[in-house]
């Protein structure tokens, strides 16, 4: 079996991705009538997680690969991605 090239492994790990991001979208609509938005979203991230631990630990660079140099930026980030999960205000609806 020959190996893929550059372009067609990107377009396929493109597709792939494509994929598996639209198995997750599915997956969270089909339980989120049943299950909390805080655990949908601890459980997404946490399998999310994985495969970048795979991923870092394949090239040596867990847990090292996980730290970041500049802790505000993460923070103001992670800021931003949690206030997506208030409700709107009021104020928006003009």
Excluded: C, Y
Aim: net charge positive; hydrophobic share 55%.
């Amino acid at each position: 079996m020959k190996a893929l090239d550059g372009p067609t492994l990107g377009i396929n790990l493109r597709v792939l991705s494509g994929m598996l991001m639209a198995g997750m979208f599915i997956s969270v609509k089909a339980v989120s009538g049943d299950i909390p938005l805080g655990q949908i979203v601890f459980f997404r991230s946490f399998f999310a997680i994985l495969p970048l631990v795979i991923f870092l630990w394949m090239r040596d660079e867990f847990p090292s690969g996980l730290a970041t140099k500049r802790p505000s930026a993460h923070f103001l980030r992670a800021s931003f991605g949690a206030s997506a999960f208030l409700p709107p205000s009021p104020l928006w609806r003009v």
